[in-house]
């Protein structure tokens, strides 16, 4: 017998617009929870206003990914979300395409993703599950299940179990991804990742770029702070890096926000 599910909260109501997915209103995704992400795959300190903005930057994504299902959902005048409503919203929006390493553990995207090579032309199985008491973003996504009840709820929005199970998976893949950028920014000293890109006509000779760096970039190219703690800046940057377009503008916004008398 399937189990019952997820019933929206008296005070939820749909809200659908990418817009309203701010973030700025206490993130079910806790503090705590972050540092035990981040402890996972850094030993690095994490400071109390990068798990803020961390948890912030995660509910903003998994409020834009259930905006994205709910519409989804009302075009067949459903109030429920099913999984491939969540396949539908990240089809038509690749700015919510996040994750990534949980569409080949999830049998909702079993045939969807295509066959995966690695560097040596090897055709990567997806991974088992396992017993395995080593720490990884799909053994512990388990742990994001009561905020994903909550961010569900909050957006007025019901679900079945499977949906639950993958938007628990893509919150513990995206913030475990998030936490690996961020110790990278402090490694490095800043944020290095971005370039420039010239097209042409084949055979055409161009002039070298001229680097143009947007002013968030550039802000953040160059970090301040010691090198054992992951400061706020450090996981903007890490966002700059995971997220594009719309939905990086949005998360950036509402981090800052959500830190903004906690620097």
């Known amino acids: 017998m399937p189990a019952d599910p997820i019933r929206p909260g008296r005070s939820g109501s749909a809200r659908t617009g990418s817009s309203s997915?701010?973030?700025?209103?206490a993130p079910p995704f806790s503090t705590s929870l972050v540092k035990r992400v981040f402890r996972d795959v850094t030993p690095l300190h994490v400071s109390r206003p990068a798990a803020r903005?961390?948890?912030?930057?995660?509910r903003t994504v998994l409020?834009?990914?259930i905006d994205g299902a709910l519409?989804?959902?009302?075009e067949e005048e459903r109030k429920k979300l099913f999984p491939k409503d969540f396949v539908k919203a990240i089809d038509r929006d690749v700015e919510l395409e996040v994750g990534g390493a949980w569409y080949h553990h999830s049998p909702t995207f079993?045939?969807?993703t295509g066959t995966v090579y690695d560097a040596q032309g090897v055709v990567v199985r997806a991974p088992k599950r396992s017993r395995s008491r080593k720490p990884s973003a799909v053994v512990g996504?388990?742990?994001?299940?009561?905020?994903?009840?909550?961010?569900?709820?909050?957006?007025g929005a019901a679900a079945?179990?499977?949906?639950?199970?993958?938007?628990?998976?893509i919150a513990s893949v995206f913030l475990t991804d998030l936490a690996r950028d961020a110790a990278m920014v402090v490694r490095e000293g800043g944020l290095k990742r971005f370039g420039t890109v010239t097209l042409a006509a084949h055979g055409e000779l161009t002039d070298p770029p001229v680097p143009s760096v947007p002013k968030p970039v550039a802000a953040l190219s160059t970090r301040t702070g010691d090198g054992r703690t992951i400061g706020r800046d450090d996981v903007l940057a890490a966002t700059m890096i995971q997220l594009f377009g719309g939905v990086r503008q949005r998360a950036l916004a509402a981090a800052r926000e959500a830190t903004r008398t906690a620097q």
């Not at 519409?71 to 009302?74: G, P």
């Not at 742990?143 to 957006?155: P, Q, T, V, W, Y």
Request: hydrophobic share 50%; aromatic share 2%.
């Open 21 to 25: 997915a701010t973030g700025v209103d």
């Open 53 to 58: 903005a961390a948890a912030t930057v995660t």
């Open 63 to 65: 409020a834009d990914i």
């Open 71 to 74: 519409r989804a959902a009302a």
């Open 110 to 112: 079993k045939g969807l």
């Open 141 to 155: 996504a388990h742990r994001f299940e009561a905020a994903i009840r909550k961010l569900l709820r909050d957006r």
């Open 160 to 169: 079945v179990p499977a949906m639950v199970r993958d938007l628990d998976g």
